[in-house]
C-alpha cells in the first residue's frame, strides 16, 4: 500500500528546527552586538564634535525613556516604525521586497482621513473607528496587492513597482489634495469626526500627558503577533515562508507560490495601512500632505535590524523610535546627523555580524556534521 505524503503545512522539521533556532540565537546575538558597537561608534563621533558621549547619551535616555512625554513620543513614533517594520518582514518571508510601504501608508491614511470626514457625526466610535481603519486598510492592501499581481502574473520585479508605485501615491493623493480636497489654503483634509478619533494613551496612563501616543500601539504589538502566529504557527504561514525561501522547491511540493507572493505583497500593504492610521485617526485627526516622512523607507531598517521576525521588528521599532526622540532632546548639544549616522552604523554592523554570523553557524553545523564512510567496494 503506497504510504500517504506528509502535508507539508503540519510536518515536523526536527533539525531543521534546530538549525533555526541557532540561526536564531546567532541573529539576536548579533543585533545586540551590532547596537553596542554602533553606540560605541556614535561615542567616538560625540567626542570629535567636542562633546561628552557620556552626558549626551545619558541626556537621550533621561529625555526619552525618563520622562513621561518623552516616553510617549517614542511610543507613538514607535508604533509607525513597528507597522512599517511589520509590512517589510512578512512580505520578505515570501521572498517579497516591499520598498512601498511609504506610498501604502499615504494612500491608506488618505483614504482613511475621507472615510473619517464622512461618517455622520452621530456615529459612535465602536462603528466609526472600525469603518475608517477598513478604509484605510482596503486602499492599503489594493495599493499592496498591484506589484504583488504584477509579480505573480508578469514576473515584473517588486522593488521597481513598489518604489515607482511610491512616486505614484504622492503625486495623486497630492493632486487630489490640490483639487479640493485639501482645506483652503492648507495642505490637509479636514478634520476627522470626533468619534472616528483614536483615544490618546494619557487618558488612562497620565504620566504620558501631551504626547502623541495612542492605542495604535496596542495594535502594533497585537499585529505583531498575529503575524507570528500566521507565519509560524499555521499551514498557509508555512507555505508562505517555504515559497519564500525554496521558490522551486516549494512548487514542486504543490505550492502555489505566485498566489503565495500575491497574498503576501497585499497583506503587506494591508499592514502598512495602519502605520497611517496610527497619525491621521490618533494624532493629527485629519491628513497631511507628507506626513509619512520616511518612515515607510526605514521600515525596511527596522525589518533588517529584527531579523524579519515579528518580535525582532517590536523591538527595533522602539529601538529606532528612542533614537529618533533622542535626537531631537540632543538636538542642542550635537547636530542632529549623529543620529542619522548612528543608524546608519548599525545597519552596517549588523549585516557585518549578520555574514559573520552565517559563516559561523555553517562551520559548526560542518563540524557537527558526521563523517561520511567511503567504501571502496
Not at 507539508?8 to 551590532?34: C, D, E, L, N, Q
Not at 509590512?87 to 517579497?96: C, E, N
Not at 515562508?241 to 505583497?265: E, K, Y
Request: glycine letters at 14%; a positive charge.
Amino acid at each position: 500500500m503506497d504510504e500517504k505524503p506528509p502535508d507539508v503545512g503540519t510536518m515536523s522539521i526536527g533539525p531543521a528546527a534546530k538549525a533555526a533556532a541557532r540561526r536564531a540565537a546567532a541573529g539576536a546575538i548579533s543585533g545586540s552586538a551590532a547596537a553596542v558597537l554602533a553606540l560605541a561608534a556614535g561615542a567616538a563621533l560625540i567626542a570629535a564634535v567636542g562633546a561628552n558621549p557620556l552626558h549626551v547619551y545619558a541626556r537621550m535616555i533621561s529625555e526619552t525613556f525618563g520622562s513621561g512625554y518623552g516616553l510617549g513620543q517614542v511610543v507613538f513614533k514607535s508604533t509607525t516604525l513597528i507597522f512599517a517594520g511589520l509590512s517589510v518582514a512578512f512580505a520578505f518571508r515570501a521572498g517579497m521586497f516591499n520598498i512601498g510601504a511609504e506610498g501604502q501608508m499615504y494612500v491608506a491614511g488618505f483614504a482613511a482621513a475621507l472615510a473619517g470626514t464622512a461618517v455622520p457625526a452621530g456615529c459612535p466610535g465602536v462603528l466609526a473607528v472600525p469603518a475608517c481603519l477598513a478604509a484605510g486598510a482596503a486602499a492599503g492592501t489594493v495599493y499592496g496587492g498591484v506589484p504583488g499581481l504584477l509579480k505573480a502574473k508578469l514576473g515584473v520585479h517588486e522593488v521597481i513597482n513598489t518604489i515607482m508605485m511610491n512616486f505614484l501615491a504622492f503625486i495623486f493623493v497630492n493632486h487630489f489634495l490640490s483639487a479640493g480636497l485639501a482645506e483652503p489654503e492648507s495642505v490637509h483634509t479636514a478634520a476627522v469626526v470626533e468619534s472616528a478619533r483614536i483615544g490618546k494613551l494619557d487618558g488612562v496612563f497620565r504620566a504620558l500627558e501631551g504626547s502623541a501616543a495612542n492605542w495604535m500601539f496596542a495594535a502594533a504589538l497585537a499585529a505583531a503577533a498575529l503575524c507570528w502566529f500566521f507565519l509560524f504557527r499555521t499551514a498557509p504561514g508555512f507555505r508562505m515562508r517555504a515559497a519564500g525561501l525554496g521558490p522551486r522547491a516549494a512548487a514542486g511540493a504543490g505550492i502555489n507560490v505566485p498566489a503565495c507572493r500575491f497574498a503576501a505583497m497585499a497583506a503587506a500593504g494591508g499592514i502598512a495601512s495602519l502605520a497611517g492610521a496610527n497619525f491621521v485617526l490618533g494624532y493629527k485627526h485629519y491628513f497631511e500632505q507628507g506626513f509619512p516622512a520616511g518612515a515607510g523607507y526605514m521600515g525596511i531598517a527596522v525589518a533588517l535590524l529584527g531579523r524579519n521576525h515579528p518580535a525582532g521588528v517590536v523591538a527595533a521599532g522602539i529601538l529606532f523610535g528612542a533614537l529618533s526622540e533622542g535626537g531631537l532632546a540632543i538636538n542642542n548639544e550635537v547636530p542632529k546627523e549623529i543620529v542619522e549616522i548612528l543608524q546608519a552604523v548599525i545597519i552596517v554592523f549588523l549585516v557585518l555580524g549578520d555574514t559573520l554570523g552565517r559563516r559561523g553557524i555553517e562551520r559548526l553545523s560542518r563540524r557537527r556534521a558526521p563523517a561520511k564512510e567511503v567504501s571502496c567496494a
